[in-house]
């Protein structure tokens, strides 16, 4: 099992790059040692992309930043207090961090001193299957043994999950971001009963940093299951302030062949949470949304409210015209998502009829502007907006197909 890990990872391209092995070469020397640990090690080993990369080092912080400089790389502070530098090497940033293990414990302001222990710097990490090193040559080291949890999909706290919990509440949503990202079978039910015991501590976290993970956590794979089991540990409700539509979000998972907008996370809140119109807004605040990110859902649930309230498939243009490209395909998916958890059959076609046209056809764009009007001689003004406004029913009613030189006729004959 060993063997076949070394292997997989000596081959991957992101350990044989130039850059890395130039912070390799720059941080192994005067008896210290590098090594890469954690996020980048596990996705190569259960096939996921990898799109960052943390070093750990016995290198003091100004160590490193020395040798990187002597080396003709780019190092940054960024954490340094912590011990965490960030070194660019060929364009890549990678974080790197010096070997540290706790001396004291409360909270997240645990007082940690750097130390040259590798089994200690892993006792203070989260879980088993992330607390795997591999060296510059593709050497794996499994002080801990969570390579075999890892290759079994098995998410595990280090040592007591009550106590990783209280070092940090966040952990409670990673043990549920990670499951559902990389996780296989049953939850961890020792983990799962610390999360249990311990939940009142999310409470105390930062809405940001709660945010941060909920983003991640209804993205995943397997973020249904979780959220599902969330909710009924009483840990949804604490984290966002309402209940789950589980049924719904389970639905709009399984529509992931039909299209990707289910995995984003605006999408997935605005299902998950969407009883009523100011779930949203609630939501947003609670997680500390971006304006962006507030405003798609918001435009989800008005577009999702059409759907609701027609007594059958709403026309597709006056979707698009409406709530735009985007909003119509995520009002889309979060009323068919509905359709699907009432155990409702038989219209699946009429959803996918409606999904392709919504990203096919074009978005209509009315042909009139108060300019327009400006140079037929009208004065400006609030009239000038009220005949616009008539004029733009018409030409919805007329299903976008007026143009400019109709409306116009339109106008001279109303005149």
């Given at each position: 099992m060993k063997d076949r890990a070394e292997d997989i990872l000596a081959a991957a391209n992101w350990l044989r790059s130039p850059g890395i092995q130039a912070v390799f070469s720059a941080l192994n020397r005067d008896n210290d040692s590098a090594r890469v640990v954690g996020g980048a090690i596990r996705n190569t080993l259960l096939g996921h992309p990898v799109p960052d990369i943390d070093i750990a080092t016995t290198a003091t912080p100004q160590d490193v930043m020395q040798r990187a400089a002597d080396a003709g790389l780019k190092p940054i502070g960024t954490g340094i207090d912590h011990g965490t530098i960030t070194v660019i090497s060929d364009g890549f940033p990678y974080e790197v961090t010096t070997l540290r293990e706790d001396v004291e414990t409360y909270g997240r302001q645990a007082k940690v001193v750097f130390g040259r222990d590798w089994k200690k710097?892993?006792?203070r990490r989260d879980f088993t299957m992330n607390a795997l090193y591999v060296d510059s040559v593709g050497k794996l080291h499994d002080p801990l043994g969570g390579l075999e949890d890892c290759l079994a999909r098995r998410v595990r706290f280090i040592g007591d999950p009550d106590m990783r919990l209280r070092e940090d509440y966040l952990r409670i949503?990673?043990?549920?971001?990670?499951?559902?990202?990389?996780?296989?079978?049953?939850?961890?039910?020792?983990?799962l009963g610390a999360c249990l015991r311990q939940r009142d501590g999310l409470r105390h976290l930062s809405a940001e940093r709660i945010g941060h993970e909920m983003r991640r956590l209804v993205s995943a794979p397997k973020a249904a299951i979780a959220v599902r089991m969330m909710n009924d540990c009483g840990l949804w409700e604490i984290a966002t302030g309402g209940l789950a539509k589980i049924e719904d979000f389970e639905a709009l998972r399984q529509l992931d062949?039909?299209?990707?907008?289910?995995?984003?996370?605006?999408?997935?809140?605005?299902?998950?949470?969407?009883?009523?119109?100011e779930d949203v807004d609630r939501v947003a605040d609670r997680l500390r949304l971006s304006n962006a990110e507030r405003k798609r859902m918001q435009i989800c649930w008005e577009a999702y409210k059409t759907f609701r309230q027609s007594d059958q498939m709403p026309d597709v243009k006056s979707l698009l015209y409406t709530h735009g490209r985007q909003g119509a395909i995520d009002g889309?998916?979060?009323?068919?998502?509905?359709?699907?958890?009432?155990?409702?059959?038989?219209?699946?076609?009429?959803?996918?009829?409606?999904?392709?046209?919504?990203?096919?056809?074009?978005?209509?764009?009315?042909?009139?502007?108060?300019?327009?009007m400006i140079a037929l001689g009208h004065r400006p003004g609030p009239q000038v907006g009220k005949v616009l406004k008539t004029l733009e029913q018409i030409w919805c009613e007329n299903g976008f197909a007026l143009s400019k030189q109709d409306l116009l006729a339109r106008l001279e004959n109303r005149a």
């Amino acid at each position: 099992m060993k063997d076949r890990a070394e292997d997989i990872l000596a081959a991957a391209n992101w350990l044989r790059s130039p850059g890395i092995q130039a912070v390799f070469s720059a941080l192994n020397r005067d008896n210290d040692s590098a090594r890469v640990v954690g996020g980048a090690i596990r996705n190569t080993l259960l096939g996921h992309p990898v799109p960052d990369i943390d070093i750990a080092t016995t290198a003091t912080p100004q160590d490193v930043m020395q040798r990187a400089a002597d080396a003709g790389l780019k190092p940054i502070g960024t954490g340094i207090d912590h011990g965490t530098i960030t070194v660019i090497s060929d364009g890549f940033p990678y974080e790197v961090t010096t070997l540290r293990e706790d001396v004291e414990t409360y909270g997240r302001q645990a007082k940690v001193v750097f130390g040259r222990d590798w089994k200690k710097d892993a006792l203070r990490r989260d879980f088993t299957m992330n607390a795997l090193y591999v060296d510059s040559v593709g050497k794996l080291h499994d002080p801990l043994g969570g390579l075999e949890d890892c290759l079994a999909r098995r998410v595990r706290f280090i040592g007591d999950p009550d106590m990783r919990l209280r070092e940090d509440y966040l952990r409670i949503l990673r043990f549920f971001r990670i499951y559902a990202a990389y996780g296989d079978g049953d939850m961890d039910a020792e983990g799962l009963g610390a999360c249990l015991r311990q939940r009142d501590g999310l409470r105390h976290l930062s809405a940001e940093r709660i945010g941060h993970e909920m983003r991640r956590l209804v993205s995943a794979p397997k973020a249904a299951i979780a959220v599902r089991m969330m909710n009924d540990c009483g840990l949804w409700e604490i984290a966002t302030g309402g209940l789950a539509k589980i049924e719904d979000f389970e639905a709009l998972r399984q529509l992931d062949a039909f299209a990707p907008e289910i995995q984003d996370p605006e999408v997935g809140l605005t299902v998950l949470s969407g009883f009523i119109r100011e779930d949203v807004d609630r939501v947003a605040d609670r997680l500390r949304l971006s304006n962006a990110e507030r405003k798609r859902m918001q435009i989800c649930w008005e577009a999702y409210k059409t759907f609701r309230q027609s007594d059958q498939m709403p026309d597709v243009k006056s979707l698009l015209y409406t709530h735009g490209r985007q909003g119509a395909i995520d009002g889309l998916l979060a009323y068919w998502a509905a359709f699907e958890a009432q155990k409702r059959s038989g219209d699946r076609p009429a959803f996918e009829d409606a999904l392709l046209k919504l990203k096919s056809l074009e978005v209509p764009v009315f042909p009139l502007k108060g300019a327009d009007m400006i140079a037929l001689g009208h004065r400006p003004g609030p009239q000038v907006g009220k005949v616009l406004k008539t004029l733009e029913q018409i030409w919805c009613e007329n299903g976008f197909a007026l143009s400019k030189q109709d409306l116009l006729a339109r106008l001279e004959n109303r005149a």
